[in-house]
C-alpha cells in the first residue's frame, strides 16, 4: 500500500533555484493539500485542492504554486527559493475535505534547505 | 477563520502516570476537531476526531478526548503513559464552512522512565 508517495525526501537549494516537490496518492481521494512544519509553528497550510483543476490558498501561499492536473497527484513548486522557506513539508490526502470531517493521510515529508 | 492553540509545547511526565494535553480553538461556527500524532521522522497520523454527537472521543492507542463547547477547548488526555507514546502531538480543527484542515503547534510528549 503506496498511499501518499513525496519525492524528493531531501533536498538542498541555493538562493534563487525553482524546484517541484512531488505528491502523488494511489487513495482515489478527492481533497489534497500541502504543509510546511517548522520548530515552533507546527504544520502551517500552503496549498489545497478538493479536486482535480481546482486549487485554493492556505495560511502562507506566498512563493509557491500548484496545480491539479490529475486526482492523484499535486505538486508544489517553488519559482525562486528563499532561505525562508527551508522547511520540511508534508503533503496529505482525504476521502473528504477538511469541511466534512475527513481524516487526513501524510506522506513521509521533505526535507528541504535553502542555502 | 478558525484558529487553534496548544498552551504547552512540551510536556514532561513519568511512564504509568496519567497525560493532558491541552488545546483551544477559536471558530465562530460549527466544527469538526481532530488529534494527530507524528512520531520521529514520520508523517502524522490521526489519533482521534469529534464531528458530532458524543462529547468523549476515544481513539487508538488509549487516548481519548473531550469536546467542551462552553469552553471551546478539546484536551486530550491518557490514564497511563507508556514509552512508546513518546512524540509530538498536534490539535487541529476545520470548520464547516471551508475545506481547511488548520494546526495548532504542537506538543512534545516526552515520557520519563
Known amino acids: 500500500n503506496a498511499g501518499v508517495t513525496q519525492t524528493p525526501k531531501f533536498q538542498v537549494l541555493k538562493t534563487g533555484q525553482s524546484m517541484t516537490l512531488q505528491c502523488a496518492q494511489d487513495?482515489?481521494?478527492?481533497?489534497m493539500s500541502w504543509y510546511r512544519q517548522d520548530p515552533g509553528m507546527g504544520l502551517r497550510l500552503i496549498h489545497y485542492?478538493?479536486?482535480?483543476?481546482?486549487?485554493d490558498q492556505g495560511e502562507v501561499p506566498n512563493g509557491y504554486n500548484v496545480s491539479r492536473s490529475t486526482t492523484e497527484d499535486f505538486p508544489l513548486r517553488l519559482l525562486s527559493a528563499a532561505p525562508s522557506q527551508t522547511s520540511v513539508y508534508f503533503c496529505?490526502?482525504?476521502?473528504?475535505?477538511?469541511?466534512?470531517?475527513?481524516?487526513?493521510?501524510f506522506g513521509e515529508g521533505s526535507r528541504l534547505t535553502v542555502l | 477563520a478558525q484558529s487553534v492553540t496548544q498552551l504547552d509545547s512540551q510536556v514532561p511526565v513519568f511512564e504509568e502516570a496519567p497525560v493532558e494535553l491541552r488545546c483551544n480553538y477559536s471558530s465562530s461556527v460549527s466544527v469538526y476537531l481532530f488529534w494527530y500524532v507524528q512520531y520521529p521522522n514520520q508523517g502524522l497520523q490521526l489519533l482521534l476526531k469529534y464531528l458530532s454527537g458524543s462529547t468523549l472521543v476515544k481513539g487508538i492507542n488509549g487516548f481519548e478526548a473531550e469536546f467542551n463547547k462552553s469552553q471551546t477547548s478539546f484536551h486530550l488526555r491518557k490514564p497511563s503513559v507508556h514509552i512508546s507514546d513518546t512524540a509530538e502531538y498536534f490539535c487541529a480543527v476545520s470548520d464547516s464552512s471551508a475545506s481547511k484542515i488548520i494546526f495548532g503547534s504542537g506538543t512534545r510528549l516526552s515520557i520519563r522512565p
Open positions: 487513495m482515489n481521494h478527492e481533497y
Open positions: 485542492s478538493v479536486g482535480a483543476g481546482i486549487t
Open positions: 496529505a490526502s482525504s476521502r473528504l475535505a477538511g469541511a466534512h470531517g475527513g481524516e487526513l493521510f
